[in-house]
Every structure is written in structure tokens, then in C-alpha cells.
T-cell receptor, first 116, second 112 residues
Framework: SAVISQKPSRDICQRGTSLTIQCQVD?????MFWYRQQPGQSLTLIAT?????????ESGFVIDKFPISRPNLTFSTLTVSNMSPEDSSIYLC?????????????FGPGTRLTVL | GNSVTQMEGPVTLSEEAFLTINCTYT??????LFWYVQYPGEGLQLLLK?????DKGSNKGFEATYRKETTSFHLEKGSVQVSDSAVYFC???????????FGKGTKLSVKP
């Protein structure tokens, strides 16, 4: 099965700055997603990263705050813009595998972000 | 809308005890159902899944059966170990959308 990696694995950032998180899959995948896991909480979908078009955002998440790129079928980035301490979370990318009949999602290791 | 409700923790058990973590869902159509596990300090791992009614997913001694009539997918293990201490998330996926909807998670602590 495909392998998924994220960079950076963790970062500590200052309020008001932006961080771009990269997600790389070692084979072409159709659907990629970005989730957020706030401390002690469950996972919440931020957006679906669409190849060649704008991402589809969930309620409560907007493009200006979380711009996403998906230039090809193996790569996506999520930017957390104008950060505040409330953005401290683990950010995870996932993909939906066609190898398993589109019935399984594989998570990257996540990016642990702390905003001071 | 689609949602997942799982029993709140934390759950504390002694080693070799029987484990049940309840999970119920609300969804239109026929979602796929999953249990994910997150060990302390680690990422999210798929534990087991079921894609249609009456399917039983199993892995590492854990089992869950997709019950359409009760819209449930309860996680069970006959004899837990200290190494099973983790947070367990129930989730559903509508095939037409592809994204996962998670429950709030249940923290399990197993004492020796």
C-alpha cells in the first residue's frame, strides 16, 4: 500500500506567522483530506484537497485561514495563516486508497503545531 | 446529518478484563465503519473496519460487528492487556464523500 509522509513533524511558531505543511504520498491517489486534532479532542475535517481545483472546505474553515494546494495526485500542502494559540493542534493529511476499493483511509504521521 | 456517538471515557480496566466500547452512528445510506486507535504519543492507526451490514471486522483480538438494525459498531476484546491502553475512535465514511466522521474518542487505561 502507499506510504504517506508529512513535513514538518512538529513546529513551534509565533503568533501572527504562517506555517505550510507538506503531505507526500508515494503513489497517485484520488482523494486527499486534511484534518485537525485539537489537544485532547477528536479529529475534524478541514477540507478535501482537489487536484487541479480549489479545495472544498467544511463549515467553520475558510480558504483565507487554511489555504490548500494540490498540484498533482501525490502532493498537497496546507497553510495555517496568521496563527493564534487556538491553532495549536495536530494537523493530519489522509488519502483514500483505490487499492482497497476506496474503503480505507491512511493517515500521515501528523504535524504537531504549537503556537505561542 | 451524519454523526458518530461513542461512550465517553475514560475507561479503566484490569488486565485480562473484557472490553466493550459502544459506538452508534447516524447516516443516510450505507456507510463504512471503522475503529482507529491512537497510542500515547503516536499517530492514528486503523484498527479494523466493516463495509456492509453484518460484516465483522477483527484485528489484534479486537472485534466489531456492523449492526444496521441498531446502527451500532461496538468494539470488543475478550482480554485486554496493558499495551492496549490508548484512545479509540469510532468513525464512519460515506462512500460518496470519502471523508471520515469521527466520534469523540474513548480513552482506555489498562492496569496490571
Amino acid at each position: 500500500s502507499a506510504v504517506i509522509s508529512q513535513k514538518p513533524s512538529r513546529d513551534i511558531c509565533q503568533r501572527g506567522t504562517s506555517l505550510t505543511i507538506q503531505c507526500q504520498v508515494d503513489s497517485q491517489v484520488t482523494m486527499m483530506f486534511w484534518y485537525r486534532q485539537q489537544p485532547g479532542q477528536s479529529l475534524t475535517l478541514i477540507a478535501t484537497a482537489n487536484q487541479g481545483s480549489e479545495a472544498t472546505y467544511e463549515s467553520g474553515f475558510v480558504i483565507d485561514k487554511f489555504p490548500i494546494s494540490r498540484p498533482n495526485l501525490t502532493f498537497s500542502t496546507l497553510t495555517v495563516s496568521n496563527m493564534s494559540p487556538e491553532d495549536s493542534s495536530i494537523y493530519l493529511c489522509t488519502f483514500l486508497s483505490g487499492d482497497r476499493g476506496f474503503n480505507e483511509q491512511f493517515f500521515g504521521p501528523g504535524t504537531r503545531l504549537t503556537v505561542l | 446529518g451524519n454523526s458518530v456517538t461513542q461512550m465517553e471515557g475514560p475507561v479503566t480496566l484490569s488486565e485480562e478484563a473484557f472490553l466493550t466500547i459502544n459506538c452508534t452512528y447516524t447516516a443516510t445510506g450505507y456507510p463504512s465503519l471503522f475503529w482507529y486507535v491512537q497510542y500515547p504519543g503516536e499517530g492514528l492507526q486503523l484498527l479494523l473496519k466493516a463495509t456492509k451490514a453484518d460484516d465483522k471486522g477483527s484485528n489484534k483480538g479486537f472485534e466489531a460487528t456492523y449492526r444496521k438494525e441498531t446502527t451500532s459498531f461496538h468494539l470488543e476484546k475478550g482480554s485486554v492487556q496493558v499495551s492496549d491502553s490508548a484512545v479509540y475512535f469510532c468513525a464512519l465514511m460515506r462512500r460518496s464523500q470519502g471523508n471520515l466522521i469521527f466520534g469523540k474518542g474513548t480513552k482506555l487505561s489498562v492496569k496490571p
